[in-house]
């Protein structure tokens, strides 16, 4: 099967300054250098140092003037996310874009992070959560658009409230659900509140649809020996078109995240059969992304168990 060929029309970010997390590989990699290639001025947080030196000669290869920079960032430590958040305000620079992209996705066995989180929920959600409180002021600064990244795996599911750190009964994928799913409800009440408050910042969230990207593959960092059997299903698919590629799986985050006509509180991902590939716009919430009551439950609770705190 062909695939159609689509884009997405970035503006020039000549001035701005744009964060992204998990710019490495994969699709970071492809969203950082379309963000370069339009003159963004970009801080890529990286766990790894070795793989961003790399991400950056690959960017400044199709860019050769493009203004990229690494932090370090690891986001299984809420110590880490606090540190990168002081040394960016140290810098001063406001913030005008800030894509939250990375994620870890179904460690075979319950790990934890440094702070003794389920490490998808920790990782995904609650790190994240931490870096826009830890980045507020720059990000106010920016009156920035925050992007946050979700998964198709959000479509169904639910948080288990009753434990969230998976601790009794752990489902690798029950709890990837949960991490994308708390994590596109606090991006929704991130732009509720930022309206309500007066915060000046914009928020709204994507997903990629399907891809093959390194989430599923082989991870000894996470417990995975092997690559799962679903990435190679997915492979398969994507050779033939049925699926994306991390080149078109990254459009729905660009659009969100830079592009003029993509509004605060919507969702976006792509446009073809199932949402799973295609063009990037806007498509109507998951049912467990609707509740505002639950948006409101787990930015709470988020704040408390990160340790941060919003503008009041």
Do not use: C
């Not at 961003?52 to 932090?71: T, Y």
């Not at 880490?80 to 075979?108: F, K, Y």
């Amino acid at each position: 099967m062909a695939r159609t060929k689509t884009d997405v029309t970035v503006p020039s970010l000549a001035g701005k300054t744009v964060v992204v997390t998990g710019a490495s590989d994969g699709m970071g990699l492809h969203l950082a250098t379309r963000l370069a290639g339009a003159g963004a001025e970009l801080v890529l947080p990286v766990r790894n140092r070795r793989k961003g030196d790399a991400a950056l000669a690959a960017i400044r290869e199709r860019h050769p003037r493009a203004a990229v920079s690494l932090r370090d960032l690891d986001l299984s430590s809420l110590e880490s996310v606090a540190a990168l958040g002081a040394t960016l305000r140290d810098e001063g620079r406001p913030i005008h874009v800030l894509i939250n992209n990375a994620g870890v996705m179904h460690p075979p066995t319950h790990l934890t992070t440094a702070d003794g989180f389920e490490l998808q929920f920790g990782t995904n959600h609650l790190a994240h959560v931490a870096l826009v409180a830890h980045l507020m002021p720059l990000l106010r600064l920016g009156r920035a658009r925050v992007t946050s990244q979700l998964s198709i795996a959000a479509r169904s599911g639910e948080i288990n409230w009753d434990d969230l750190n998976w601790d009794r009964e752990y489902d690798e994928q029950r709890a990837y659900r949960q991490s994308k799913i708390a994590f596109g409800l606090f991006g929704l009440e991130l732009q509720r509140r930022s309206q309500a408050g007066g915060w000046g910042i914009t928020s709204n969230i994507s997903h990629p649809g399907l891809a093959a990207t390194n989430l599923l593959a082989a991870r000894p960092e996470v417990g995975r020996s092997s690559d799962q059997v679903a990435v190679r299903l997915i492979r398969a698919m994507s050779r033939v078109g049925l699926t994306g590629t991390p080149e078109t799986a990254m459009l729905p985050a660009l659009y969100a995240a830079v592009s003029p006509d993509g509004k605060p509180g919507r969702f976006y991902g792509p446009q073809g059969l199932g949402n799973v590939s295609g063009g990037p716009g806007e498509q109507q919430l998951w049912p467990p992304l609707r509740s505002e009551s639950e948006a409101a439950r787990i930015w709470d609770m988020s704040e408390k168990l990160a340790g941060v705190s919003f503008p009041a």
